[in-house]
């Protein structure tokens, strides 16, 4: 069956170093992928999205790479902030067409950015 | 910021009681979904609907219902709640294309 695995465990890191979270799907190949912010109690909030085509993307300080090969995607947070401090979520597409706009979400991980 | 709006945002009820979660969107989007999380576990798909008329199962089996008469109203109901349906329900909706799903706040539901 379709599966994505995030850390589970905490990043923990000081403020102005680059976070990098890791998101590893088996058993599907997804047109693209997903990346979300979600702060406890509140519904996420889009970040990034990445095509099957694409290697790499970036916004402001934020970068995804995505390896169909390796089927991976990795998020970096470049000079985080305590303000980044939140749970992100990878979310491939469930179907290879990318129509129905149907995602499957990993459990998330959490990120702790200290002063 | 999103225009998609969930009411209510907690909602305490004792056992079974029939309840309705409210989701609208002001954005004319076709494709609306229903997400259950647990605290701390992935989002599950467990409704979504195409556009008006079109509801369909997701991929969590939930004794919920939904209904979609309207493009901007996509409603979630439970005739008879119980304890396991506790859960926080994220409503989502998203435009035509490959495009970004924009989630409400969520109903955090406690069934006693």
């Known amino acids: 069956s379709q599966k994505i695995e995030q850390n589970s465990e905490a990043l923990n890191i000081q403020e102005g170093k680059t976070a990098t979270l890791t998101c590893n799907y088996t058993?599907?190949?997804?047109?693209?992928l997903q990346w979300y912010r979600q702060d406890p109690g509140r519904g996420p909030v889009f970040l990034l999205l990445?095509?099957?085509?694409?290697k790499e993307k970036r916004k402001e300080r934020l970068k995804v790479t995505f390896d169909t090969t390796l089927k991976q995607s990795l998020f970096h947070i470049t000079a985080s902030q305590p303000a980044d401090s939140a749970t992100y979520l990878c979310?491939?597409?469930?179907?290879?067409?990318?129509?129905?706009?149907?995602?499957?979400f990993g459990q998330g991980t959490t990120l702790q950015v200290k002063p | 910021e999103a225009d998609i709006y969930q009411t209510p945002r907690y909602l305490v009820i004792g056992t079974g009681k029939k309840i309705t979660l409210e989701c609208s969107q002001t954005?004319?989007?076709?494709?609306m979904y229903w997400y259950q999380q647990d605290p701390g576990m992935e989002l599950h798909l467990i409704h979504y609907?195409?556009?008006?008329?079109?509801?369909e199962k997701g991929d969590l089996s939930s004794e919920s219902t939904v209904s979609r008469i309207r493009t901007e109203h996509f409603p979630l109901t439970l005739e008879s709640a119980r304890p396991s349906h506790t859960s926080q329900y994220l409503c989502?909706?998203?435009?035509?294309?490959?495009?970004?799903?924009?989630f409400g706040e969520g109903s955090r539901l406690t069934v006693l």
């Open positions: 989502a909706s998203k435009g035509q294309g490959t495009g970004e799903l924009f």
């Open positions: 058993n599907y190949s997804p047109a693209y």
């Open positions: 990445i095509r099957e085509n694409e």
């Open positions: 979310a491939p597409s469930k179907d290879g067409s990318g129509n129905t706009g149907k995602l499957i």
């Open positions: 954005m004319g989007h076709d494709k």
């Open positions: 609907s195409y556009g008006v008329n079109s509801t």
